[in-house]
């Protein structure tokens, strides 16, 4: 069975860092497409950052191009998002999601807030 489960969101001023993580259980991240989706409050799904460490392959929305980093712990089987120079409008719920070969997401989990705020 598929699990993803997130954590490590919070509260952080503006300008600040955060990583989150997403643990994942019943398959292999790294040879998977994995995503992070976030949604604002009262906003659609937005996607954010997409790896395949086995491709080598990484992408960002051009918001948050040079200020996120996405990676991966094969060891460990868990998604990171590390979040730098946080804005406000980075405040979402944040999603880590298994991709399809098609472009779409199979599993999602249930999220982690990050709010940025003074």
């Known amino acids: 069975e598929v699990q993803l489960v997130e954590s490590g969101g919070g509260l952080v001023q503006p300008g600040g860092s955060l990583r989150i993580s997403c643990a994942a259980s019943g398959f292999d991240v790294s040879n998977n497409w994995m995503h992070w989706v976030r949604q604002a409050p009262g906003k659609g799904l937005e996607w954010v950052s997409v790896?395949?460490?086995?491709?080598?392959?990484?992408g960002y929305v051009d918001s948050v191009k040079d200020r996120f980093t996405i990676s991966i712990d094969n060891t460990k089987n868990i998604l990171y998002l590390q979040m730098n120079s946080l804005k406000s409008e980075d405040t979402a719920l944040y999603y880590c999601?298994?991709?399809?070969?098609?472009?779409?997401?199979?599993?999602w989990g249930q999220g982690t807030q990050v709010t940025v705020s003074s």
């Open positions: 790896i395949n460490s086995g491709r080598d392959t990484t």
């Open positions: 999601a298994k991709g399809t070969l098609g472009g779409g997401y199979s599993d």
